[in-house]
């Protein structure tokens, strides 16, 4: 069965802090995405990566960054936490274009 | 530029009842096309795609949307809805084999009354 795991259902984080947001696939995908969403704006992307250390900016990059050491393994980094970062952040993956993406969970992340 | 237009943020049906979700897309080449459906607190789930195949496309639960070339919609239906089916539904699309992102509606809440 297809998964995709994150490292946190719920995390509540200090202005300022940095922030791991860690996903892991084990279906062998290509692609990996990081979304955020919030009420009224559905899901908006983040980061996605296409290739192990290959990564491309979404639509909404400002005050994150990611990595791809593995290709299992798609982190997402807040380098210094801000209270307007609070959200559900939903990672996903695909495999080749033109195709569905399998969701993890999604981390419901409270910056006080 | 591609774009999903989901009509109505909120829709609400009495159980029993049919549903339809509408959605819209605008694609400059034949597009495949996504319903997920996202239960409180979690992720998304696939519905139901289309994949040029055949027009009308059965999903889980029941569901089942038809692609109308036409009239460049997708839209979302079930015969009877069910208190189980409340949740968030979203439409996306994709455009091309070469394009790893999909492009997605804002969703609409489906509310089931009893």
């Known amino acids: 069965d297809v998964k995709v795991t994150q490292s946190s259902r719920y995390l509540v984080k200090r202005t300022g802090e940095k922030v791991f947001l860690e996903c892991v696939q084990d279906?062998?995908?290509?692609?990996m995405f990081w979304y955020r969403q919030d009420p009224g704006l559905g899901l908006r992307l983040i980061y996605f990566?296409?290739?192990?250390?290959?990564?491309e900016k979404g639509d909404i990059p400002e005050g994150y960054s990611v990595s791809r050491e593995k290709k299992e393994r798609f982190s997402l980094i807040l380098e210094s936490a801000s209270t307007n970062q609070t959200s559900m952040y939903l990672c996903a993956s695909s495999f080749g274009g033109y195709n569905e993406q399998f969701f993890g969970p999604g981390t419901r992340l409270t910056v006080l | 530029a591609q774009s999903v237009t989901q009509l109505g943020s909120h829709v609400s049906v009495s159980e029993g009842a049919l549903v339809l979700l509408r959605c819209n897309y605008s694609?400059?080449?034949?597009?495949?096309l996504f319903w997920y459906v996202q239960y409180p607190n979690q992720g998304l789930q696939l519905l139901l795609k289309y994949t040029s195949a055949a027009t009308l496309v059965k999903g889980i639960n029941g569901f089942e949307a038809e692609f109308k070339k036409s009239e460049t919609s997708f839209h979302l239906t079930k015969p009877s809805a069910h208190m189980s089916d409340a949740a968030e539904y979203f439409c996306a699309v994709s455009d091309g084999p070469s394009n790893y992102q999909l492009i997605w509606g804002a969703g609409t809440k489906l509310i089931i009354k009893p």
């Open positions: 990566s296409y290739d192990v250390k290959m990564k």
């Open positions: 694609s400059s080449v034949p597009p495949y």
């Open positions: 279906m062998d995908h290509e692609n």
